[in-house]
């Protein structure tokens, strides 16, 4: 009897180191990953920043992963939709989001209480893709060239100038939020279902200003059909080197950068947030990933998860603070 109790004893020790060493290899990602295809879920549109940044990196990650990258469109509801689609699925590493300033950033959570996911507690972030300032414009009719001849005008005549965005949560709203409570400013919002439908709106004078990307404008700048204002960051754009910034005109709250990054379901291993980063950081340094970037008027980043943590969380409060400022509904 006491050797059939030490062998019993035996086996269960045995079988609860195997199973600790199956818990471990589980928690830390498993050593295979990936062994499948990975869905890189865009929550906007086919043809939107975050879908170029998603088909142009899907190459080169494949590459470095030795694995599909599968682009899945998800549009809705400003990004909710396909944000929410990586919130709820299995934090394995197999469906990862290319998350923005709206959807994770802090631009939807703090104008939309009943959003169906949270920004810090359902995510993981891996790596920021790139940034871009915004470019304020007005149409070539409205007499306006300036922010200052803006800020005159729109206290002349409160509540008569107009603004433009791609939707209540997009950066193009905002961004002129921003420049109205640094210069005070009554003017009203016109929210459009996309960003180019703001511009066409400022193109044909049905509203006073816009904020659209760098690349959207360019070409209707160039035309003539648009005035360029202001850039949004901090230091002007090679796309718009003689347009001055938002600071430099004096509204120095109005600064904006659009970006997109990688994030994956809260609770995926450490190993393979990694791994993940580790290959997006290296197809950014891809020629051809660098210059779509560029073209977007977009610069590449690139940090380590750690870093890219502390990114969004500053990026979160900024922003539920510009809404509790701004009053913004």
Same mark, same amino acid.
């Given at each position: 009897m006491k050797s059939i109790s030490k062998l019993v004893l035996k086996a269960l020790t045995g079988a609860l180191f195997l199973g600790a060493l199956g818990s471990t290899a589980f928690a830390d990602g498993a050593s295979d990953y990936p062994?499948?295809?990975? *869905?890189?879920? $865009? #929550?906007?549109?086919?043809?939107?920043? !975050?879908?170029?940044?998603?088909?142009v990196l899907s190459k080169p990650l494949g590459e470095s992963l030795n694995q599909a990258i599968v682009v899945e469109n998800r549009p809705g509801a400003s990004g909710a939709v396909g944000a929410q689609v990586v919130a709820r699925a299995p934090a394995d590493g197999y469906t990862i989001l290319v998350g923005s300033i709206s959807t994770n950033g802090g631009l939807l959570s703090a104008i939309d209480p009943a959003l169906p996911?949270?920004?810090? *507690?359902?995510? $993981? #972030?891996?790596?920021?893709?790139?940034? !871009?300032?915004l470019l304020i414009i007005t149409g070539v009719d409205s007499g306006i060239t300036s922010l200052a001849d803006l800020a005159k005008r729109a206290k002349a005549h409160p509540g008569d100038l107009t603004y433009a965005s791609g939707g209540n949560s997009s950066g193009?709203?905002?961004?002129?939020?921003?420049?109205?409570?640094?210069?005070?400013?009554?003017?009203?919002?016109?929210?459009?279902?996309?960003?180019a439908e703001a511009v066409r709106a400022v193109v044909a004078g049905?509203?006073?200003?816009?904020?659209?990307?760098?690349?959207?404008?360019?070409?209707?700048?160039?035309?003539?059909?648009?005035?360029?204002?202001?850039v949004t960051g901090t230091e002007r754009a090679q796309m718009f080197p003689d347009v001055p910034t938002t600071g430099e005109q004096g509204f120095p709250s109005a600064v904006l950068y659009n970006w997109t990054g990688l994030f994956a379901p809260a609770g995926t291993p450490d190993s393979v947030v990694q791994k993940l980063a580790?290959?997006?950081?290296?197809?950014?340094?891809?020629?051809?990933?660098?210059?779509?970037?560029?073209?977007?008027?977009?610069?590449?980043?690139?940090?380590?998860?750690?870093?890219?943590?502390?990114?969004v969380e500053a990026e979160v409060r900024k922003w539920h603070k510009a809404v509790r400022d701004t009053g913004i509904q």
């Open positions: 062994s499948r295809p990975i *869905r890189l879920i $865009v #929550p906007q549109s086919p043809g939107s920043v !975050a879908d170029i940044m998603a088909r996911y949270d920004d810090l *507690r359902d995510f $993981v #972030p891996i790596t920021q893709i790139n940034d !871009a300032p193009s709203r905002f961004v002129i939020e921003l420049l109205r409570l640094d210069g005070h400013l009554n003017m009203l919002h016109v929210p459009y279902r996309a960003p049905e509203t006073t200003l816009g904020a659209p990307a760098l690349p959207g404008a360019l070409a209707l700048v160039n035309a003539g059909k648009l005035k360029a204002l202001a580790d290959a997006t950081r290296l197809a950014l340094r891809d020629e051809a990933v660098i210059q779509v970037i560029r073209e977007s008027g977009a610069n590449a980043i690139g940090q380590s998860p750690a870093d890219f943590q502390k990114f």
